[in-house]
């Protein structure tokens, strides 16, 4: 996933209820990873965890285990 395809997520995070709930409900990256899938996007577990920094201050939830 390139640094533009995070942005897209991440934005689409901050405007659909369905997706935030939907990865609100996974239970470790690879859930997450699945979701995000499903939903169109372009992810990695290891995109993820190499933009952890650009993922933190956009999450309207945590992950304790990414």
Request: hydrophobic share 45%.
């Amino acid at each position: 996933m390139s640094k533009e395809s995070l942005e897209a997520l991440l934005a689409k995070l901050k405007d659909d209820e369905g997706l935030q709930q939907s990865l609100k409900s996974a239970t470790n990256l690879d859930d997450a990873v699945v979701l995000a899938q499903g939903a169109g996007f372009d992810v990695s577990k290891y995109d993820f965890l190499g933009h952890k920094r650009l993922i933190g201050p956009h999450l309207l939830w945590e992950w304790d285990w990414i």
